[in-house]
């Protein structure tokens, strides 16, 4: 099964600064297809979980921006360009290569 | 409008059994693999389970795969999560979500959770 590292496992940041997410895969991401499956989500508190980026680098439509992704093969990363207050909350890369499906350990972000 | 909301949750004791549903609106679960999530206190999200667009596969992770059954009924576009001898680690949130369908993306589509909690 393959297993999602995140770090760091919280983040405080002043507002308006940057803020980046490591995620990484114990196995190569790239699917037969030649397509990786590697999305990023955010979860407010009392919230659900909510679609950032797709396909390692795709934003959903309506998101920010600010929000970026990259990396490739078993390394990525997500990165707010400049961190707002309604950004707080806790962020999870999620593989959908290779069931069974996981989630990284998740990342709290706080504002300073 | 695009809307899914869980129900079923509820206080139990260890090793009895509880069923989840998800109900969808302004989508065909049928399009869609879908997939249930949870989150324990204190812990983040955990992929669960998920049954495949023509419904004929399911994955599970190990440690839910010989008590947790997830199933479909298409007509009533709701899914199931049937949880049988359920354990105190198993309380948590529980999400159902969407998979890709055909479009590029999957997991955009989220209710608000069903709370379960094991507790003797």
């Known amino acids: 099964d393959i297993v999602m590292t995140q770090s760091p496992l919280s983040s405080l940041v002043t507002l308006g600064q940057p803020a980046s997410i490591s995620c990484r895969s114990s196995?190569?991401?790239?699917?037969?297809?030649?397509?990786?499956?590697l999305s990023w989500l955010h979860q407010r508190p009392g919230q659900p979980p909510r679609l950032l980026i797709y396909?390692?680098?795709n934003r959903l439509s309506g998101v920010p921006d600010r929000f970026s992704g990259s990396g490739a093969g078993t390394d990525f990363t997500l990165k707010i360009s400049r961190v707002e207050a309604e950004d707080v909350g806790v962020y999870y890369c999620?593989?959908?290569?290779?069931?069974?499906?996981?989630f990284g350990g998740g990342t709290k972000v706080e504002i300073k | 409008q695009v809307q899914v909301v869980e129900s079923g949750g509820a206080v139990v004791q260890p090793g009895r059994s509880l069923r989840l549903s998800c109900v969808g609106s302004?989508?065909?679960?049928?399009?869609?693999?879908m997939h249930w999530v949870r989150r324990a206190p204190g812990k983040g999200l955990e992929w669960l389970t998920t049954?495949?667009?023509?419904?004929?596969?399911?994955y599970s992770i190990d440690s839910v795969k010989d008590r947790f059954t997830i199933s479909v009924d298409d007509s009533k576009n709701t899914l199931y999560l049937q949880m049988n001898n359920l354990r105190t680690e198993d309380t948590a949130v529980y999400y159902c979500?969407?998979?890709?369908?055909?479009?590029?993306?999957?997991?955009?589509?989220w209710g608000q959770g069903t709370q379960v909690t094991v507790s003797s």
């Open positions: 302004g989508f065909l679960l049928r399009r869609f693999s």
């Open positions: 396909r390692v680098s």
């Open positions: 979500t969407n998979g890709h369908g055909s479009r590029d993306y999957f997991f955009d589509f």
């Open positions: 196995q190569s991401l790239v699917h037969t297809n030649g397509i990786t499956y």
């Open positions: 999620v593989q959908a290569t290779q069931p069974p499906f996981a």
């Open positions: 049954l495949s667009e023509d419904r004929s596969t399911i």
